[in-house]
């Protein structure tokens, strides 16, 4: 009996010994406890790494996007602190990165210091970008200001007169003259000179008795130069003469039509025939003619004029066009030249001694006509 106590008390023993063994490793292996004093600190005063709290600040960022970061206290100081009676402080801190100026506000709470960072309310207002400046081919090119003059009505005397002095010839299309360009501009100008006033003050008088007709206006130049270059610069002139009677005489711009036809219908040769300059036929190319459409669109015989001198104008008119004539338009200025020269001689009276001629030269011209058409592709 004795010995089975002693044995249990050994094996009590054991135990103990070996329990308190583990236990003091166990203990060994514990990280060692260190114990600070925590002295309080106002939430106001809070620094965060070595950021200085301010009240407003403003930044210049460039993205949009918003995080927020949750900042622990333990971050801040590498001691390890126990928990007291001090109430905790946290540290909550928004970094707004907006693509505008930004406010960043820091406002002291009663639990804890929150820096937050966010975009002010702004307005901004956008203006529309203006509407793009349209310009057309009736576009008024002078840049001179207005003169206004009063038109008096001209008597039919004087009109026939003026159409005298313009050299005016009756066609198919209406009474129509030319006016050469160095009478309207300067050179390779497309400005109307001042010098050009009583001469256009004489067609005013012309376009105010026929004030019912429409009126063409086409611009024309010799063959110097490329073909983009004299379109553009015929068109300009045309469009300034136009403006000059809208804006001086109060003419209807409606009622006017313009167009550049720069080298492709000459009523004079460019070059001699041995291929040497003209400069009489060039200057007599460079012009703007002017067509206004009677109501009837029939061959109007002027008083005292002579139909078969006018056909005879035409047809010379008809060969001097055939010689440059190369592009079916061209030769449909021929065709149409050779068609008023038939239409003058077939207005010859009879009682005219020029009648039997006209019969003559009517069927020639038929024939020429019939070969302009060919080339300009009607038949």
Request: glycine fraction near 2%; aromatic fraction near 6%; charge should be negative.
């Amino acid at each position: 009996m004795h010995l089975e106590i002693k044995r249990l008390q050994v094996a009590i023993a054991s135990s103990l010994l070996l329990i308190g063994t583990a236990c003091q490793n166990r203990y060994q292996d514990l990280p060692k406890v260190t114990t600070f004093e925590i002295v309080p600190v106002p939430v106001t005063q809070l620094e965060i790494a070595t950021v200085e709290q301010v009240t407003t600040s403003t930044f210049d960022v460039q993205s949009p996007t918003t995080t927020t970061t949750t900042v622990d206290p333990s971050i801040v100081s590498t001691t390890q602190t126990e928990q007291t009676a001090t109430p905790s402080s946290s540290t909550s801190v928004e970094t707004a990165t907006p693509s505008s100026s930004t406010s960043v506000e820091t406002t002291p709470q009663p639990s804890s210091a929150t820096t937050e960072t966010s975009p002010p309310a702004t307005s901004v207002q956008v203006e529309p970008p203006p509407e793009p400046t349209i310009v057309t081919s009736e576009e008024d090119p002078t840049d001179s200001t207005r003169i206004m003059v009063e038109t008096v009505l001209p008597t039919p005397t004087e009109v026939e007169q003026t159409l005298t002095e313009l050299n005016a010839e009756t066609t198919i299309e209406g009474i129509k003259f030319n006016l050469s360009d160095n009478i309207l501009f300067e050179f390779d100008k497309y400005h109307v000179r001042a010098a050009a006033k009583p001469t256009l003050e004489k067609v005013n008088q012309v376009l105010t008795h026929f004030k019912d007709a429409q009126v063409l206006i086409h611009g024309h130049t010799d063959s110097k130069g490329t073909d983009e270059y004299n379109i553009e610069l015929s068109q300009k002139r045309a469009a300034s003469v136009k403006y000059y009677f809208v804006n001086n005489f109060q003419a209807e711009p409606t009622r006017i039509q313009t167009k550049g036809l720069g080298k492709s219908q000459p009523i004079a040769p460019n070059t001699n025939p041995d291929g040497s300059d003209n400069p009489q036929g060039r200057e007599k190319n460079r012009r703007v003619e002017f067509t206004i459409q009677t109501e009837t669109r029939t061959v109007e015989i002027a008083p005292n004029s002579d139909p078969f001198g006018e056909a005879v104008k035409k047809a010379t008119s008809a060969a001097t066009l055939t010689q440059a004539a190369k592009t079916p338009e061209q030769w449909l200025q021929v065709a149409k030249q050779w068609q008023e020269a038939i239409a003058f001689l077939e207005a010859v009276p009879q009682t005219n001694a020029n009648h039997g001629m006209a019969q003559v030269k009517i069927v020639e011209y038929q024939k020429n006509l019939q070969y302009a058409q060919k080339n300009a592709g009607l038949i």
